[in-house]
């Protein structure tokens, strides 16, 4: 008996000491592009006979399944990317684009000895090189809807006071659907499903659910940090798994008149915002984090003047990028200031550290931008300032403006950065209001994405389904008020 409890300490004690080991050696040889030795190390004490904690397990099932996600995100071969890019640019010849492989204008990553690109290389190439960008072949038309969301900041400005930032509401129809692909999941399995929607935020309500395709739908609290409609249905044989939800709301417009000389002081203990002024999953105090905010805040004290330093460097020196899962990367703020182009979350993360590292309360908000003709998953920002509490700061619209928005005039561009430093359009569908959060009820397998939830989420069994198996769509409709 003794000697039985002895082995059994001596397993657990392997485990616990050599998983780091194992971790390491497996980012060491990802980093080499020597992806199938890392998954054989990953994979050798979940078969062989490892004493092994669940989440000891978790974590290394995840870093197992996270190679497979890199390899979907570099999947473009250099043949069939120069293809794409002969097809959309102007004149390109193949010692151009040899040029700009050596110039690192694409993201690439070699794995198992070949060469992979981003499947977004093309597109990727007219964000963050106007150059470029100008010698597109049929260019998207966005005057109009650039037009629009000038005008509709302008008027929400025109309509917000001091005493009532929330206005103009606008009510909405909602549709979400799920669709999970054929023959994913054995037949008669049952499928579990998450799909967002709208969390109740002072700008945020009325929510309502009209219809549900699963005979039993879970609603989340309406002030979860994550709130998702929970559903279950049973796989058939050659059909696909649909999970359809509908639901009513309200949103409102809001800006906030800003004055740097009305700011009070806050309470670094308030249980209410303590916490999102701590590090945590992608915000992290780095040094070349820490450098940057002590250049870009300087000896400035007052925090609404710190944070617009940092969202107009963000707004002028980051460019938009797709993006890798995030799911994928280490640390999401460090990596878009590492690169110095990234996606709207990303942008996002990166002034939420800064701001969080000056003691500035700041979360995450997410889900769509619901805007006529620019409808996409989206995120954004809320930082904390008394006396006005939480305000909306969107630094991918910041960009947008400054580098994106072609049609406007100068001083049109300027007004939208401007307004979404403490303003925000109604177009929204916010689920979140922090991320790497939890789910209710929570997952028992991998989530496809940990740090955001926007498309849903699927698994069955023990077993995440990922992306790749299932589409999403979210149809919205504006409901008008009978004159």
Known sequence: MKLKLVLTFICFTLSL???????RRAAQLEEEGKFKEAATELQKPLTENYSLSSEERKKLEFEVDRLERIKQDYSMTKDRLYTQVEKSIKGVTPAEFERWIAEGKFDIRTIDGSQYFIGVSRSNLFWRYPEIAARRINPPDESAFERAVWESCVAIKKASSNREPYVL??????????KLKANVVPAGETVRAWL???RKFAYQKDFQLVSSSAV????????SSIRSAYMEQQSAKDQPTEFKIEYTYSSLGIYFKLKEEEVLPLDPVDPA???FTQEGPHVVFTDKMKKLSDKLAGKEKNPLAKARKFYDWITENIKYSYALEYSTIRNIG????DKMYGDCGQEALLFITLCRYNGIPARWQSAWFTFPGGKTIHDWTEIYVKPWGWIPVDPYMGIFAVRYMNSLSKEQKEEVRQFYFGGLDQYRMSANSDHNQVLDPPKRSLRSD???FQRGELEYGEKNIYFDKYSYSLEIEEVKKQP
């Open 17 to 23: 000491q050599g998983q780091e080991n194992i971790l």
């Open 169 to 178: 509401p606008k009510s909405f129809k909602t549709v979400m659907k799920v």
């Open 196 to 198: 967002p929607i709208p």
């Open 216 to 223: 039993s739908t879970a609603i989340a609290d309406e002030e």
């Open 273 to 275: 915002v303590r916490d």
């Open 334 to 337: 460090e990596y878009c200031l």
């Open 450 to 452: 940990n740090v955001d």
